[in-house]
């Protein structure tokens, strides 16, 4: 059943582990950054002696806490970083032309801000309206509509939702994305996608439009978001007649309602801030796929 619905849903690099144990000095910056230690995995080499006094199973991987940095010496750290990331989001567009070694210097720069977040509970406070301006993924996939599609495959059909959203940026490839941006409160969150798609090659007319999605929003953790689709409509097409009918006779589908009859519920998706500010916000998927936001 699941299959089914990403089928009819879907048709119209992994950002490297996160590693917080170390002591990172920036290349790029000059600065140096010493990031808390956290316990690492022990494991039985075959060349030992004598077994580990663990056995692997038994040890669970390390998760990502929030860091919480109240060093104010530390603010010119940060706003430094920041500002190599925003150019790197410049020259890269959103990173999707990131060379190999860029993305590199790009996972850094991430990884040092999310050790010197400065606020508490960022997950509370990330109200107000964001632009996308960088990310280690498809740009589409900060929607709520893709994170239901993710969430609804679950871990175990994983490769199927990802080879479903590679189909999908082919199929748009003679278009381009615009703004996307996202607005959010305590409990709700909007999602807005600025489209641009070529109706046939070698035709000058394009189709342009915003599609809109919302999705309810719960705060279970000071870094985790936990997202339900509601629902997700077009607005400012440039087709003929279309535009005007769609603000006079709003059409929003309500996929929320549509997973709670094919699959009981609707799918959870859960985003993970392990950064914010007062100007950006770093917000992590299922996959660990990251997403820099801007404060518009």
């Excluded at 996160?18 to 290349?27: A, D, G, V």
């Excluded at 964001?130 to 490769?159: E, H, Y």
């Excluded at 090659?201 to 509601?230: E, I, M």
Aim: hydrophobic share 40%.
């Amino acid at each position: 059943m699941k299959f089914a619905l990403l089928s009819v849903i879907s048709c119209p690099v992994v950002v490297g582990a996160f590693s917080p144990s170390f002591i990172s000095q920036s290349r790029h910056l000059g600065l140096k950054t010493t990031i808390p230690n956290v316990p690492t995995k022990l494991y039985s080499m075959s060349t030992d002696d004598a077994p580990s006094d663990y056995d692997v199973d038994d040890l669970e991987n390390p998760e990502q806490t929030v860091a919480v940095d109240k060093n104010e010496d530390d603010e010119a750290i940060r706003d430094a970083l920041k500002r190599e990331l925003l150019l790197f989001s410049s020259v890269t567009d959103r990173g999707e032309f990131a060379t190999k070694d860029e993305r590199a210097i790009i996972v850094d720069l991430i990884t040092q801000l999310e050790a010197l977040n400065p606020t508490e509970d960022p997950a509370l406070n990330c109200e107000g309206d964001w632009d996308l301006c960088l990310t280690s993924t498809q740009s589409f996939r900060s929607s709520p509509f893709f994170m239901a599609i993710r969430a609804a495959v679950g871990d175990d059909n994983k490769d199927i939702a990802l080879n479903g959203f590679d189909i999908h940026e082919r199929a748009t490839s003679a278009g381009k994305v615009g703004r996307v941006r996202q607005s959010i409160t305590k409990d709700e969150l909007i999602s807005e996608v600025d489209l641009e798609v070529g109706v046939l090659p070698g035709l000058p007319f394009t189709v342009k439009g915003t599609v809109v999605s919302s999705a309810s929003l719960d705060t279970a953790a000071p870094a985790t978001w936990k997202l339900r689709v509601q629902g997700t409509k077009v607005t400012g097409s440039n087709v003929p007649f279309l535009d005007q009918y769609l603000d006079d006779y709003p059409l929003e589908v309500p996929v929320g309602d549509a997973y709670s009859q094919v699959l009981g519920s609707v799918p959870v998706a859960e985003q993970k801030t392990f950064y914010v500010d007062e100007g950006i916000r770093i917000t992590r998927d299922v996959d660990d796929e990251f997403f820099v936001f801007a404060r518009a």
